[in-house]
């Protein structure tokens, strides 16, 4: 069980974050304890300053356009719009990006060639690399023949996720998108990555790449992710 005086957001249905406050409202005591908003007062004044330097300020501003447009009201109500692909488009043109880099995971080359078809139809240059750039033999790493996924005599390229990332890097794309790279390979991709970063998929080998079914699946079928 999380402690209660840490940040636990995922649990409140308080929302005063989502409500006006006034200098004269007493918001924050409708809060609860493990509101970050008590607990890290000076932090988020800290983040809001950042938010108004030059490198950070029309790019927050442009990000907040782009999630306005996703939505039309209709005499239905508010409804939503634009797929993912179709944002990323948008948004690469609200910054003026030109030069777009995709690190992307082999098993999903597929989506990698018709990303890359759809982002060039749309007028962008695209440079992409793929997880096993390198060659390097995952003994390299220190995997043991029998941890590797065809067999112990077989020999498997190691993902390269330092290597995607140091490309991209050198190649100066205008923004990089991660394409399917493994929990892991994905971290260290995001932690060499030094170029403005996005991502388009997240890899889930059961479910066609949409780690949240299981979640909405987590009372029946998965189940199991729930016992302890």
């Known amino acids: 069980m ?35 908003m008590k607990l890290w007062s000076e932090v988020l004044k800290e983040a809001l300053e950042e938010y108004k330097k030059d490198e950070n300020l029309e790019f927050a501003r442009l990000a907040s356009v782009q999630e306005f447009e996703c939505y039309e009201n209709t005499p239905q109500g508010i409804r939503t719009k634009h797929p993912r692909i179709e944002e990323l488009i948008m948004f690469a043109q609200k910054c003026n990006y030109h030069k777009l880099g995709i690190a992307f995971c082999s098993g999903l080359a597929h989506e990698a060639r018709l990303l890359t078809r759809v982002l ?12 096993k750039v390198g060659a390097v033999p995952k003994e390299e790493i220190g995997i043991r023949p029998e941890e590797k996924i065809a067999g112990p005599e077989k020999w498997e390229s190691m993902c390269n996720p330092i290597s995607q990332a140091l490309i991209l890097n050198a190649e100066k794309v205008d923004l990089a998108i991660m394409l399917g790279l493994c ?30 079914a299981a979640l909405y699946l987590s009372s029946s079928y998965y189940s199991r992710l729930m016992k302890e």
């Not at 940040?7 to 509101?35: G, H, I, T, W």
């Not at 139809?121 to 440079?127: C, R």
């Not at 260290?188 to 890899?203: D, E, G, H, S, W």
Request: hydrophobic fraction near 30%.
């Open 2 to 36: 999380t402690k209660a005086n840490h940040s636990m957001c995922a649990k409140c249905s308080k929302l005063v974050c989502k409500k006006e406050l006034q200098a004269e409202d007493n918001l924050f005591s409708e809060a609860p304890e493990y509101c970050p």
């Open 120 to 131: 060039e139809k749309n007028g962008f240059e695209v440079v992409s690399v793929r997880c």
């Open 183 to 212: 929990i892991g390979h994905d971290t260290l991709f995001i932690k060499y990555c030094q170029r403005p970063m996005t991502v388009i998929a997240v890899k889930d080998r059961v479910t066609g790449h949409n780690p949240l």
